[in-house]
């Protein structure tokens, strides 16, 4: 039957107890879903399988305990978690976690706070690392739920289970009378006293035991639990409970009984108060039996009420993250308490105390109100930073007292300097921290274990001198490269996020140099500190700083150097350097009296920008970049730098032709000329060569495409009606400078989408080349330095005669041809025989149908390039509707084609 305890065999071939949760039939199989209780899984199974379990064994509590993470529910008021969630709570359980139980039913323990803690090696304390519900919450796959276990204590306050229970014994059954009053422990007035604090609801209410005493509250709780008097079972009623009264309360948490006082009722329900732990509970009468006086009353209340000394509030009062940030502090834990005051305590007319509480498992006394404040959750008062740091010595003497134990007090020199407002105090702590950080390393792993990262960085914000900062941000560059996961501990704790408004501060150099430094460091680790970087304003910052940094030869290099470890090889880095106006920045640089290395590391930069951004081309020639870094090459007459500057001039012309025509109009060919005629190194004079045969050659032959691009007829040069016959002129020149017998065929790359094909030939500085294609033949040639470069292709379908694009990309000749029937080839050839020279272009080649999904884009594209023909048409002066270069077709096969594919590519 459903809920019978029984035994199967798991996947293992062991067996297993396991509740029936279901009985299902398919078809003619009986199967059942059951519960393996000591595992915890649910499976289905075949009826016949179950066995009968001895009642021996099926009296065995289950061992596999069922755990709810409090204040959590699903987002969007949904009754199920996502995958996503599920997932991700996968993954933060994979580890060893501790909990503490605030509900509890037979196998069921419901845990707040679910969390993960990590021991500090030189502090020998616990530090929490991961908090189950923070997490949730932060990815957005859960959101709070205060209310959580309302209900629940609700329902289980209204069931009375059966447990065995102390007899409601009252003075006529036999004449014990009951408790009028029950005495209360204290704390001495003087000296320390090592205390367990039991409960925490703010820093300013809390609860504390005397460890000392903890061994007596533990036997009288086993005398109530099994001696008390046996199980009889006689609630109260109601009339003989009142407020003020002693009792035994039969708690929710773990269903045991514990000493309280009712302090409130409502209707039947009454709120106690646990007198030897501090938390309270409503509970009904029926869970409740009065206090007889021995010897049940024999030991005082434990529960000792305590307000934290030294500390107050952030904002208007504490709250409820304040209270646990104190929870974790404490929890599990021998405190010492020393009694600064003492009050009245409003809930029992006891006295409560303010205390000071000290943590020293470590072997050193942390303060724990200046642990509390560090971590953003209260304000130390002047009272307390005494402790940290003696009253009437400097920290120069201070840390000259404690000779070659000053570097161990670290952790307390970074709270000062949350705590401490004089700048003087504020500099001299930073002094401390960066010299000994710098001057050895093994301190670093201490420094990064007892979370003094995080003390710094919120230190960054509230300094206020240049030269703090900069002993700060120099302490925590030093600890960078000791562990990757300090880069991440910083950009949790808006570490960048503090250190990029520094490179705006142009009158102090040496924390702009300092903040270049760290960024350079964080860029180098990943590229999630690169996107963390840009995403906090670091790039654009850096660029802003590059042209507005003067005479600053220094300040140029170090911004330029944090520009190339954030660029590194990746295009997305690139374009945002590009979008943040880094060409900009470097023209800038070009038009200041600097040092010739910071002109060469502008150059290099640029040279990355044009390498990894095709998009940056026209900036190079509309910003002067070209012109600059020509008026700076007269200058040079350093064979070295000058090596730099051509490769960035050649990269800055690349092959696109505005820019060979634009550099052809300012002189760069007889620039080339005056540096070739100095002496010069071989790979300088191998580069300017290359450079200057680049710009006349590229410019004629733009000339010539341009002059000939259409004839009276509007018809394109080169165009037949069977096909593409592109480049007969230059066939001649070809034919004038090589022998086609000494030909070689190109290496190939391709790639496909269903409407075209882009060919890829790996030649290097194609200046003039022959390309015919008719039907599904596509002919090239071309000579480089006088080697022929001939390939005939037999391809696998046809191709249409109209709307071919092709670029010049300096290093290859790439190629765009329409498919006359839109679908994937399995193939490039007709042979399936495999060609030694041709490669799949990885980069670029999809054979999947992207069609449904770019359907939207293809419309923007179609009625964009539209607009472009008719604005081509209307200035070709071109009226006849059936022009082959500006019919539909080639429209729709161009409208396959994506930005990637047709950056820079030219009809022809």
């Known amino acids: 039957k459903v809920g019978d305890i029984v035994a199967c065999v798991n996947a293992h071939q062991a067996y297993c107890r396991a509740r029936v949760i279901d009985k299902l039939q398919r078809g003619a199989r009986l ?94 304390v616990l530090e929490t690392t991961i908090n189950i519900r923070y997490e949730l919450q932060e990815k957005k796959l859960a959101y709070s739920h205060p209310t959580h276990l309302e209900p629940l204590l609700k329902m289980m306050s209204s069931w009375a289970p059966p447990v065995q229970a102390p007899a409601a014994r009252t003075q006529e059954d036999d004449g014990q009378a009951v408790v009028k009053k029950l005495d ?21 209410n809390f609860y504390v035991q005397v460890q000392k005493t903890v061994g007596q509250l533990e036997l009288l709780q086993d005398w109530i639990h099994h001696d008390s008097g046996g199980p009889e079972n006689q609630p109260e009623t109601p009339d003989k409970l009142h407020i003020g009264a002693y009792v035994l309360s039969l708690a929710v948490q773990d269903s045991c009984w514990y000493r309280a006082q009712i302090i409130s009722r409502r209707n039947e329900e009454f709120e106690v108060h646990y007198v030897d732990f501090g938390n309270r509970e409503w509970r009904c009468s029926a869970h409740l039996r009065l206090l007889m006086c021995e010897p049940q009353s024999e030991l005082p209340a434990q529960a000792i009420p305590c307000s934290l000394a030294d500390i107050n509030p952030s904002g208007d009062g504490w709250t409820e993250d304040d209270g646990e940030e104190l929870s974790d502090l404490v929890a599990d834990k021998v405190i010492l308490a020393k009694v600064k005051e003492t009050a009245e305590d409003s809930a029992g007319g006891a006295s409560s105390f303010v205390v000071e509480l000290y943590e020293s498992s470590s072997g050193q006394d942390v303060l724990v109100a200046a642990e509390l404040a560090a971590s953003g959750r209260g304000k130390l008062l002047p009272s307390a930073l005494s402790f940290l740091l003696p009253e009437g010595l400097s920290v120069p003497d201070y840390v000259k007292q404690l000779g070659d134990t000053a570097a161990s007090r670290l952790p307390d020199f970074c709270r000062c300097l949350l705590h401490y407002k004089d700048p003087q105090i ?84 040496p924390l702009i140099l300092a903040s270049c430094n760290i960024l350079k460091l964080l860029a180098t680790i990943s590229q999630v500190m690169r996107d963390a970087i840009r995403d906090d304003g670091g790039v654009r910052a850096l660029c802003q700083l590059l042209s507005l940094a003067g005479q600053e030869p220094m300040v140029v290099e170090a911004v330029v150097g944090t520009m190339l470890a954030f660029a590194g090889d990746s295009d997305r880095n690139c374009e945002a350097l590009r979008n943040e106006g880094v060409v900009q920045a470097a023209c800038a640089v070009f038009s200041l009296e600097t040092s010739i290395r910071s002109y060469e590391q502008a150059a290099k930069c640029l040279d990355i920008i044009a390498s990894h951004c095709p998009r940056a081309m026209p900036s190079f020639r509309t910003t002067g970049a070209i012109i600059q870094l020509s008026n700076v090459m007269l200058q040079c007459h350093n064979d070295k730098s000058m090596v730099q500057f051509v490769r960035t001039l050649k990269a800055l012309i690349g092959g696109d032709e505005a820019n060979i025509e634009h550099a052809s109009s300012v002189g760069v060919h007889e620039l080339l000329g005056k540096v070739l005629s100095r002496r010069c190194g071989m790979m300088t004079r191998g580069l300017a060569m290359e450079l200057q045969r680049r710009v006349p050659a590229f410019s004629m032959a733009s000339t010539r495409r341009s002059s000939a691009q259409t004839n009276g007829n509007g018809h394109t040069r080169g165009s037949h009606a069977n096909g593409v016959d592109s480049g007969a002129h230059d066939l001649e020149i070809c034919s004038d400078e090589a022998n086609e017998n000494d030909s070689v065929r190109p290496k190939i790359m391709w790639a496909q989408r269903r409407a075209f094909i882009k060919l890829t030939f790996c030649v290097a500085d194609v200046e003039k080349r022959q390309l015919q294609v008719k039907g599904n033949i596509v002919s090239f040639l071309t000579v480089v330095n006088r080697q022929m470069y001939h390939v005939d292709l037999e391809l696998f379908g046809d191709i249409l005669p109209t709307g071919q694009h092709e670029k010049f990309a300096g290093a290859t000749y790439s190629l765009i041809l329409n498919k006359k029937e839109q679908c994937f080839w399995p193939r490039l050839l007709q042979s399936k025989t495999k060609a030694p020279f041709i490669t799949l272009d990885f980069d670029n080649y999809d054979d999947s149908d992207e069609e449904a999904e770019r359907k939207e884009y293809q419309e923007i594209r179609r009625k964009r390039q539209q607009r472009e023909h008719d604005r081509k048409k209307c200035e070709a002066g071109i009226d006849s509707e059936d022009d082959d270069r500006y019919n539909s077709e080639e429209f729709e096969s161009l409208s396959d084609i994506d930005d990637a594919f047709f950056d820079g590519y030219a009809p022809f």
């Not at 709810?68 to 993954?91: I, S």
């Not at 209360?184 to 300013?204: C, I, K």
């Not at 996961?485 to 570490?495: K, M, S």
């Open 184 to 204: 209360r422990m204290g704390l001495p007035t003087s000296g320390f006293t090592e205390v367990v604090v039991s409960q925490v609801n703010s820093p300013s």
């Open 31 to 124: 199967l059942a879903k059951v519960h393996l209780l000591d595992e915890g899984r649910e499976v289905v199974v075949k009826l016949e399988g179950l066995m009968e379990l001895p009642e021996h064994l099926a009296d065995i509590p289950a061992q596999a305990i069922e755990i709810f993470a409090c204040r959590l529910r699903p987002c969007d008021k949904e009754d199920q978690w996502t995958p996503q969630a599920n997932e991700m709570a996968k993954t933060l359980l994979n580890r060893t976690l501790n909990g503490k139980i605030v509900l509890s039913m037979k196998s069921c323990l419901w845990l707040d706070p679910l969390i993960e803690q990590q021991m500090l090696s030189n502090m020998r």
């Open 426 to 509: 504020q500099r001299d702590l930073a002094a401390v921290i960066h010299s000994s950080l710098w001057n050895s390393k093994a301190h670093h792993k201490d420094f990064i274990e007892s979370a003094c990262i995080s003390l710094v960085c919120r230190a960054l914000a509230m300094v206020e001198t240049d030269v703090t900062r900069e002993h700060l941000v120099s302490a925590l560059a030093a600890i960078v490269p000791s562990d990757a996961r300090v880069g991440e501990t910083i950009a949790a704790h808006d570490g960048i996020k503090h250190i990029v408004p520094f490179l705006t501060l142009l009158s102090a150099t």
